[in-house]
């Protein structure tokens, strides 16, 4: 079990390097540029994890710039600016953790069609993501985008729809296995009534069926709220919630022991999700070979820290358009449960989307043009632009034959600029650089 | 149904004939289930139907179109009461060969005249869609996929969003703009040696997994340019929809793989001065069609591809009062290909029994989706309760 618990991570002499504050940068927010990962280096472990966890601060001007967009109508635009928020770099954890939620709670404006509501929704999550998970799950279910995507204003007395009910057990709660169809036909009944008016939360008492339900074994007549309540008190939910936060953090698949202990750390933190989450990224776990570059970075934290790492200021209409080509475009879930992850982001079109997204990254000219000095220092020859490409981008170190075809890629140029091109162009579009 | 039989026997004896021609001229033999090829040429925004096929004999039809009714002598026939708009020529003389089945009154009941919506149900075959359905084409993509895992089963040509219609359960149907849209690009791309190296050594989980994805997508790549590089014997017209119907006859020339392709063109929402608009896009669709057709014909590849030409619902009987029509119901559809019986199909519009100042859909289009899924491409119909119309074999 070594290396493998929440127990606090003392790293020993050269644990901390590059790979160990690449890896934190990355998981516990979006990537970093040399110059963040080298001040990480000098404060250390603890300096740095402390300011990951307290630097929450967007620009007042970007958090702001959403109120005219919104009245446009266009969903497109919405994602532009989130996507500004994500490189913006202003709160990287808070933004980590809006994006794990909108996954988690997962809802499209394809159906929602209302890009004030699917806004409303996003500062929902991005307020209450690193707060007490009880609350945010009571305000998903009466978030007026989720009632609407869920059928809530179909959910009345006598005529139950049991779409939010089904998903707030199946998804959102307990996974499947934890409940009987009962239990969603029952959990339905108490939330009738809970619909939307206009774009604002509506209880209508005359929907509601006020007769007894029994859930999960337990009988009442319960509300909405306290069918929400009951699925919080469900052992399973505080596991799923756990399963979910080290899935994002660390690793797939980390097994049943790794995620009781995170579950019951959720709990003993009376669920608060920041403190959990801190537990977890200060762990040995969380270090550990298990966790570093253990599955394939979703798009937009592959095009959010291959942007910060080049020091590029890419426009973020672009940014989330490369993401949307590579199937995660931002407010269109492809369902309720979300982006499957993992292998099933690749295929061959978002394959050749990430190869020619990443290489055209690197390669921009005019204001998206990466400021290489920054990213990658002043190297005077191929070899040595090589070397400082995969400082930056390779954190991790590699092998001699993935070094010998970056250096090829870099001496294959006339100038040290085109070299620091061509060498990036390699590495980000290697399969190990998906990895993160 | 019975009036137009004779069309279709027509059609089919033609076929007949041909058949040993066409199943030597193709260098792997005649069509087999296994390699035909599904194209659709979505025509978005709701095609006037009544101005596409139209029906010349009734009275009501000039009646009601007091500024866009197209001149009887200018039509083209494809029987005694019904000719096709002047701009579609080249669609006309297709249907002369027998290669076109023009099916009346296409819909589904309770028309909804929203876009969104009316496109959700086409797309999914599924008349009350929720967020989870998947599309009809993306079922098919799936099917295919199962049968022939590592090809490219299918394509969605264009620069809108991936269309609800290609949402599979398991096959992700990539997009491709245009004939550049699979290049690689970045100066890494002209550097083959070292994409190589990055992906040789040992390797296992998902790094092995993403080699084996970088390998296939440089391979199609690769294979996407030299047939895209090809020149081709027949001149396409110098529209989007004609360098895109090109690039479709270059991968199934080139034997690509892929089998079910996704074409579209925007622009039919007519509401206003009709008349010069429609025209136009009715020729560039007959004229990209008829090159794309002329073209499969030379590669020998003509008899394992249909098209279906759709549209999310038909306009208005009556024309509105800017010369243009509002969104309606149902509409005909067009099947093109050689393996495809050529005729009339279903119940021709009749103006004097509209329902709400529209022609009601008369066939379900679920049943010219199950004769593409079932007995062209040999796979799962979408809805068993709708049979397949005769359009194939």
């Given amino acids: 079990m070594k290396g493998r618990s929440l127990k606090a991570w003392r790293p020993g002499r050269g644990e901390w390097n590059r790979g160990a504050a690449a890896h934190l940068l990355r998981r516990a927010g979006f990537g970093a540029s040399r110059e963040e990962v080298e001040r990480a280096l000098e404060a250390g472990l603890e300096a740095t994890i402390d300011d990951v966890l307290s630097r929450d601060e967007h620009d007042p001007a970007l958090l702001g710039g959403a109120r005219h967009l919104v009245a446009a109508g266009n969903i497109e635009q919405l994602a532009a600016w989130w996507m500004a928020l994500i490189l913006g770099g202003g709160a990287p954890l808070r933004e980590r953790v809006t994006l794990l939620w909108h996954d988690h709670f997962a809802t499209s404006d394809a159906k929602v069609d209302d890009v004030r509501l699917m806004y409303r929704q996003n500062q929902l999550l991005r307020e209450h993501g690193l707060g007490d998970f009880r609350q945010l799950l009571h305000e998903v279910a009466r978030d007026p985008a989720m009632l609407l995507w869920l059928d809530g204003n179909e959910n009345k007395r006598g005529h139950p729809n049991e779409n939010f009910a089904r998903e707030v057990m199946e998804l959102f709660g307990l996974g499947i296995g934890n409940y009987t169809e009962r239990d969603v036909q029952e959990a339905a009944r108490a939330l009738t009534g809970w619909g939307t008016k206009g774009r604002a939360f509506h209880y209508r008492p005359a929907e509601h069926d006020d007769g007894t339900k029994t859930i999960f074994g337990q009988t009442g007549d319960f509300g909405g709220e306290e069918a929400i309540d009951l699925v919080l008190a469900h052992p399973a939910c505080a596991r799923r919630i756990a399963a979910r936060l080290l899935e994002e953090l660390v690793a797939p698949d980390l097994g049943e022991a790794a995620i009781e202990e995170a579950a019951r750390a959720l709990v003993d933190f009376d669920w608060n999700i920041a403190r959990t989450i801190e537990a977890i990224v200060r762990s040995e776990l969380f270090f550990s070979d298990r966790a570093r570059r253990s599955r394939i970075a979703g798009p937009v934290e592959l095009v959010a820290a291959s942007v910060r790492a080049l020091e590029a200021s890419v426009a973020p209409a672009d940014a989330a358009r490369a993401t949307a080509e590579m199937g995660q475009a931002l407010f269109r879930p492809p369902s309720v449960k979300g982006w499957d992850g993992g292998r099933d982001w690749i295929n061959a079109g978002t394959w050749l989307a990430r190869h020619n997204h990443l290489a055209r990254l690197a390669a921009a000219k005019g204001d998206a043009r990466p400021d290489f000095a920054r990213a990658f220092g002043t190297p005077d020859a191929a070899r040595s632009a090589a070397d400082a490409v995969l400082t930056v981008l390779a954190p991790d170190g590699c092998n001699d034959g993935y070094r010998d075809a970056v250096v090829e890629a870099a001496e294959s140029c006339a100038s040290t600029e085109a070299a620091l091109v061509l060498a990036a162009q390699a590495v980000l579009t290697s399969p190990e650089y998906q990895l993160t | ?393």
């Fill in chain 2, 1 to 393: 149904m019975l009036a137009n039989r004779r069309q279709i026997l027509i059609g089919g004896a033609r076929l007949a004939a041909l058949a040993p021609f066409y199943s030597l001229a193709s260098a792997g033999g005649g069509s087999t289930r296994g390699d035909r090829v599904l194209v659709v040429l979505q025509l978005t925004g709701g095609n006037d139907g009544l101005n596409t096929v139209v029906p010349h004999r009734q009275d009501e039809y000039f009646l009601l179109r007091p500024s866009l009714s197209l001149a009887r002598g200018s039509l083209h026939a494809i029987d005694d009461e019904h000719g096709l708009h002047p701009e579609l020529r080249g669609i006309a003389e297709l249907f002369n060969e027998g290669d076109v089945a023009v099916v009346h009154g296409v819909g589904y009941p309770n028309p909804d005249r929203s876009h969104f919506r009316s496109m959700e149900i086409w797309h999914t075959a599924d008349l009350d869609p929720t967020p989870d359905s998947t599309g009809w084409m993306g079922r098919l993509a799936d099917g295919v996929a199962r049968r022939a895992p590592g090809e490219m089963a299918a394509l969605h040509i264009g620069d809108e969003g991936l269309p609800l219609a290609l949402a599979g359960e398991d096959y992700f149907t990539p997009t491709v703009r245009d004939a550049d849209g699979f290049r690689l690009a970045g100066g890494v791309a002209s550097l083959p040696g070292v994409r190589t190296r990055l992906l040789e050594g040992p390797a296992k989980g998902d790094v092995a997994f993403l080699r084996d994805a970088a390998r296939s997508t440089y391979r199609a790549a690769a294979r996407m340019e030299a047939m895209t590089a090809a020149r081709t014997a027949i001149d396409y017209p110098g529209t989007e929809l004609g360098r895109r119907l090109r690039l479709v006859a270059r991968l199934i020339a080139g034997s690509f793989g892929t089998r079910v392709f996704h074409v579209a063109l925007d622009g039919f929402d007519t509401h206003a001065k009709q008349r010069l608009v429609h025209a136009e896009l009715l020729s560039t669709v007959s004229d990209a069609l008829s090159a794309f057709q002329r073209d499969l014909d030379a590669t020998g590849a003509a008899d394992r591809v249909a098209t279906l030409v759709f549209s999310e619902f038909g306009r208005r009987a009556r024309e509105n009062g800017s010369a243009g029509t509002d969104h309606g119901a149902g509409a005909p559809l067009f099947v093109v290909g050689r393996g495809v019986r050529g005729g009339v199909y279903g119940t021709p519009p009749d103006l004097r029994r509209l329902e709400e100042g529209d022609v009601p859909a008369t066939t379900d289009f679920r049943s010219v989706y199950a004769a593409l899924e079932r007995d062209w491409m040999d796979l799962a119909a979408s809805s068993a309760a709708h049979d397949p119309l005769p359009l194939i074999g």
